[in-house]
């Protein structure tokens, strides 16, 4: 996927050559991306997380293993870091089981304590010039009210627990006194590579379709009633992290993003089963996390069936099984309420690029085939 010229100037602290970016949470879904966008683009890039890159091992790119939650390890860190000019924040604690965990007091101090662990100190080398923030469209409520539609990035605050008011109030006042500038980024539905991660559900579509299959079952919708959705490709949001780094018309702003098109994964089902090589069938609604979890020992001999390597049915799934009973409408009796964002503000701005979403799905369930992580056709 290739960033389109936007026409915009580069400012002057952003001639990327002479710059260094530094990528905390790359072992996930945007981190990865936004590495290798970055590195694509000429910048030097150096990677934070607790555990390394897999999809950045070979990319000849630093990377540190820190804990965030270790306010001394991360002024340690950041002591080795002194020319950094630019910081893409992605990292992210969530709590086991997901959702329930969203509004919890301790995940919500948590998260604001990783960004204060590390921008800190970073803060204080006087050479931070620009920090782009991810958060995501749970900013806007819909968790606890039917969000406005469209959403856009100017509305009021809806009140509900969530870190991200922590981490964009600290972010807005440290820029201020620190004399950096920053982005928000509100991704919807983010699809990519990464299996063992939080939100990505094609690891987890095709772990379902293989245990389907294995057990002489049809590749069934598991989900509830259709629920029209928004996504964006991990390479379209690398590319935004991109762009917001270095155009000055993007400084204290939020942005929404998407691939510009909805979906609804009914429509989408056809596609993905003939890239997994499987065969569709009826609805068959059931909770998808439950149904994988309660079938572990059937993905073990998958594995050795099929020579993976993704390791246990956990380590492919992560905390993602949970986020796809959600994003199926398991428990809903009716469809849900819409959750569309504009994404009008980026593109006036000048980020144009656009995805086409199944094209992405099966593109990187292709990708996780051919990394031996699911069963080839």
């Known amino acids: 996927m290739t960033l389109r010229a936007p026409g915009q100037r580069y400012s002057k602290a952003a001639k990327a050559s002479s710059k260094t970016v530094l990528i905390i949470g790359a072992s996930g879904l945007v981190g990865t991306a936004a590495a290798i966008a970055f590195q694509t683009s000429g910048w030097s890039v150096v990677t934070v997380s607790r555990r390394a890159p897999e999809l950045l091992q070979r990319s000849n790119i630093r990377h540190l293993s820190l804990d965030l939650q270790d306010s001394a390890a991360c002024t340690r860190a950041a002591e080795t870091l002194e020319n950094i000019s630019h910081v893409v924040y992605t990292a992210v604690y969530e709590m086991p089981?997901?959702?329930?965990?969203?509004?919890?007091?301790?995940?919500?101090?948590?998260?604001?304590?990783?960004?204060?662990?590390?921008?800190?100190?970073?803060?204080?080398?006087?050479?931070?010039?620009?920090?782009?923030?991810?958060?995501?469209?749970?900013?806007?409520?819909?968790?606890?009210?039917?969000?406005?539609?469209?959403?856009?990035?100017?509305?009021?605050?809806?009140?509900?627990?969530?870190?991200?008011?922590?981490?964009?109030?600290?972010?807005?006042?440290?820029?201020?006194?620190?004399?950096?500038?920053?982005?928000?980024?509100?991704?919807?539905?983010?699809?990519?590579?990464?299996?063992?991660?939080?939100?990505?559900?094609?690891?987890?579509?095709g772990a379902y379709a293989a245990i389907r299959q294995f057990e002489g079952l049809p590749f069934s919708f598991p989900g509830g009633p259709d629920w029209v959705w928004e996504a964006v490709d991990a390479r379209l949001v690398g590319n935004a992290c991109v762009w917001a780094a270095s155009h000055p018309i993007a400084a204290g702003e939020t942005y929404n993003l998407t691939n510009g098109e909805v979906f609804t994964w009914r429509d989408m089902w056809p596609a993905i089963a003939e890239t997994l090589g499987v065969q569709l069938g009826p609805d068959d609604p059931q909770s998808i996390a439950q149904y994988l979890t309660q079938r572990s020992n059937l993905w073990e001999e998958i594995t050795k069936l099929h020579q993976l390597k993704g390791g246990s049915l956990a380590q492919i799934l992560g905390e993602s099984h949970h986020y796809a009973d959600l994003c199926f409408a398991h428990l809903a009796t009716s469809a849900p309420a819409p959750t569309f964002v504009s994404t009008i503000k980026?593109?006036?701005?000048?980020?144009?690029?656009?995805?086409?979403?199944?094209?992405?799905?099966?593109?990187?369930?292709?990708d996780l085939q051919g990394r031996n992580i699911l069963p080839k056709p």
């Not at 980026?346 to 292709?366: D, M």
């Open 346 to 366: 980026i593109k006036q701005a000048g980020f144009t690029e656009t995805a086409n979403s199944e094209t992405s799905f099966c593109y990187w369930l292709r």
């Open 97 to 205: 089981g997901l959702i329930q965990g969203w509004s919890d007091p301790q995940q919500i101090e948590t998260n604001a304590k990783m960004l204060r662990n590390i921008l800190e100190p970073l803060a204080e080398t006087g050479k931070l010039q620009h920090v782009t923030l991810l958060q995501g469209t749970k900013a806007y409520g819909g968790a606890v009210k039917p969000m406005r539609i469209p959403a856009r990035e100017d509305q009021p605050r809806v009140d509900h627990p969530n870190f991200y008011w922590e981490q964009e109030d600290y972010l807005r006042d440290k820029s201020a006194d620190s004399n950096f500038d920053f982005t928000i980024l509100r991704p919807q539905l983010i699809v990519g590579p990464n299996h063992g991660v939080v939100m990505n559900l094609p690891p987890v579509v």
